[in-house]
């Protein structure tokens, strides 16, 4: 059964950067796509963004592009998001999802979630 | 991009009624939609994909339909552990765009 254990919890500042990881265990990581989708308190599920880790190409929602970047390391079965230029509003909790197929699909597992803080 | 709206965002209704969610996209998607529920401070849980195809283990009170703008999530005698938030997404490409969420309470 595979799992998706995500970085720990993270405090910034705004205007400062932040990196979660995503590490697969227990089963194949290449061959899905994966997406990053956040939560911000009391909100919805918002897509961010994927890569397809079999060709390492990405898809960023438009309100993310230019301070949204998604890589995936094959070797170590880790996906990472990084998003800089923090505000106040991002303040969320970050899920990684693999997708059920190579190409962008539904979800079939979710990583463990990580919070991330903003604020001064 | 599609944008995909979801409605209710909320409902409360009585144990044993019948519930109904719909989820619209602002262009066709074929049937690359997909029902996930979301218990509080749970992870979401998929519940069906492809509109209509239930996800193992899903209790078969639940059901989808639909296909290109249109699609329906069905629960046709609500139980008390049906309390969660449910979100429609789409999956034909990206972005793959959740829906605003539809609150399902007890009344």
């Known amino acids: 059964q595979v799992q998706l254990v995500q970085s720990g919890a993270e405090v910034r500042k705004p205007g400062s950067s932040v990196k979660v990881s995503c590490k697969a265990s227990?089963?194949?990581?290449?061959?899905?796509?994966v997406s990053w989708v956040r939560q911000a308190p009391g909100q919805g599920l918002e897509w961010m963004g994927g890569?397809?880790?079999?060709?390492?190409?990405?898809s960023y929602a438009q309100k993310f592009q230019g301070r949204l970047t998604i890589t995936a390391d094959e070797i170590t079965s880790t996906a990472y998001m990084e998003l800089s230029s923090l505000r106040s509003e991002d303040t969320a909790v970050y899920y990684c999802?693999?997708?059920?197929?190579?190409?962008?699909?539904?979800?079939?597992?979710w990583g463990s979630g990580t919070r991330v803080t903003v604020s001064s | 991009d599609i944008q995909m709206t979801q409605s209710p965002s909320s409902l409360s209704v009585s144990v044993g009624d019948r519930v109904t969610i719909t989820c619209r996209a602002s262009?066709?998607?074929?049937?690359?939609l997909a029902w996930y529920q979301q218990k509080p401070g749970t992870l979401p849980r998929l519940l069906i994909y492809?509109?209509?195809t239930l996800q193992s283990g899903v209790p078969s009170r639940f059901s989808g339909s639909g296909s290109g703008t249109d699609f329906t999530l069905t629960i046709s005698s609500l139980q008390p552990e049906d309390v969660a938030t449910y979100y429609c997404?789409?999956?034909?490409?990206?972005?793959?765009?959740f829906g605003g969420g539809t609150k399902v309470e007890i009344k």
């Open positions: 999802a693999r997708g059920k197929y190579y190409y962008y699909s539904y979800v079939d597992v």
């Open positions: 227990g089963g194949p990581f290449s061959s899905h796509a």
């Open positions: 890569i397809i880790g079999m060709f390492g190409t990405t």
């Open positions: 262009q066709g998607i074929s049937n690359s």
């Open positions: 492809a509109a209509s």
């Open positions: 997404q789409k999956y034909n490409s990206a972005p793959l765009t």
